[in-house]
């Protein structure tokens, strides 16, 4: 997909985005790109520095840098796990003043199974560094990918009436290539392949996904007490559904939500009346997204909750954490079950990069002289709970 050059430049390095010198070994950069591949997929801007040196553009004209086409054949040695690259060349005015180049490496994610180096060590992308995994992580992203094909599978039913255009072209503003039919955007992300929908393009762009996933919903439950009653002492004093195309679905969820909280007032030492929310809505919204983001969708018996008690809020996401992430380490560790998924909805600017997302809630949590949030797996789920100081 065809971006301006002030993009390349200037945004920051993340999951999916990383700049290095045409001065740089060819192989030196081969790592990186197979990082990209075991992870969500990227992009490498080969001829501008990174930001440690202003994001200049060197180019291929530096008397140091190796010529464009080495780094064309980057991956030559690559012959029994071969990486899915595509190159553009975009004319740029140098440093110096020059007419020169940038290469773009656009990384398609290798879902099927795990990319190794000719020396047989694996990187993979976390946040904007690459980083070598160890025997261990190497292990567990291979059983991982498995889990890796529901959002690449194809719909046979689903056609383009189907999607809702004004999704595609939100999207499409947000990249100034309004230009792109709805067909040209969802091929060049391989949301349709072959003349098929893909599942992810239906959870992220379709009219009504839940017509064709009813598990892709978000239930909100507000019960009265600390506990969830049964039967005759069944306590659930509001429920509401949002099924809508997941970029929609997390609006809507979040005004909702916004509207059931409570809110305090206090008098601070100014004398001035200040208003304390009952969580940090950062930190119950970063969560909401999560859930919505990584959960996993082939679970079809289970959707996720939302359920809010007199002492807690309750995010339930069906499915495990995914690769080698775990309730220990989660807030250093990344890993997405559906990197398209991710990726798009990074772009419509929900999904926080480099971990930044699950570490502020604990840091929210931890400003608002709350309890750290808890993270568990109670069966093939994950629970976030935010716990408030309401009752004792």
Known sequence: MN???????????????????????????????????????GQL?????????????????DGRAYPIDDFKKIDREMRDTPLDLSFEEIPVVNHKGEDDLILVISVELSSNRVIAAPNDEVYLRQGDETVKLSYEQRTQLSYDRGQRFFEDETIPDATLEDIDDNLVQDFKNRFDISNRSTEEI??????????KLTKAAILLFGKYPSAFFPQARV???????????????????????????????????????????????????????QIL???????????LVNAVTHRDYSVY???????????RLEIHSPGKLPNIVTVDNIKHERFSRNPRIARTLTEFGWVREMNEGVKRIYSEMESAFLHEPKYSEPGNKVVLTLENNIVS
Do not use: C
């Open 3 to 41: 971006r301006t050059l002030h993009y390349y430049q200037f945004s920051p390095e993340t999951q999916y985005l990383d700049r290095k010198s045409a001065r740089k070994k060819p192989q030196e950069l081969l790592k990186h790109l197979i990082a990209f591949a075991n992870a969500d997929g």
């Open 45 to 61: 801007v080969v001829g501008i520095e990174d930001e440690k040196q202003d994001n200049i553009i060197t180019g291929f004209k």
């Open 186 to 195: 969802l091929k060049a992300r391989r949301f349709l392949v072959n003349g």
């Open 219 to 273: 239930r909100f439950q507000r019960f009265d007490g600390t506990d969830m009653g049964t039967g005759t002492s069944f306590n659930v004093i509001k429920e509401v559904t949002f099924d809508d195309a997941l970029p929609t679905l997390i609006i809507k969820a979040r005004d909702f939500i916004r509207t059931q909280l409570r809110e305090f007032q206090y008098l601070d030492d100014n004398g001035q009346f």
């Open 277 to 287: 929310p009952e969580y940090p809505e950062f930190a119950w919204f970063e969560g």
């Open 301 to 311: 018996g289970d959707h996720i909750r939302v359920l809010m008690f007199d002492d």
